[in-house]
């Protein structure tokens, strides 16, 4: 079992930065087995990657759209996920989850939201012109 809480949300101008964070409710063992990432979504649209991090922490996949702008990182010892945004976009506003897949082997890092078995209650970040 895994409970994941997100904070970090909030409101931003087109060019700014927040930093998301995923806090892991489980024990140190399993949250180390597990890939993590982050997914965002807008009312009316399917759930869209963002990025995601294996269980070493040296494996980062980033969907195009934030390539460049968002860097996401994992503290194993903390239980903890980041995702730090810069530069961002009026397109970057939507509801952000963190997410955990407790069966992902070492090498990989899953990047469709049916992989990940665990999910956050979301943050919102809102950014303006």
């Known amino acids: 079992q895994v409970h994941l809480v997100e904070s970090g949300g909030g409101l931003a101008q087109a060019g700014q930065s927040l930093r998301l964070d995923c806090t892991a409710s489980t024990s140190a063992y399993t949250f180390s087995r597990c890939a993590l990432a982050w997914f965002r979504q807008v009312p009316g649209k399917e759930r869209e990657f963002v990025a995601a991090v294996g269980r070493s922490g040296k494996g980062m996949v980033y969907a195009d759209s934030v390539k460049g702008r968002f860097a996401i990182s994992r503290d194993n010892d903390k239980k903890m996920m980041s995702l730090q945004m810069n530069n961002l976009q009026r397109e970057d506003k939507a509801l952000y989850y963190c997410?955990?897949?407790?069966?992902?082997?070492?090498?990989?890092?899953?990047?469709?939201?049916?992989?990940?078995?665990?999910w956050g209650q979301g943050t919102q970040v809102t950014v303006s012109s």
């Open positions: 997410a955990a897949d407790v069966n992902a082997i070492m090498s990989n890092v899953p990047t469709t939201s049916r992989d990940y078995d665990y």
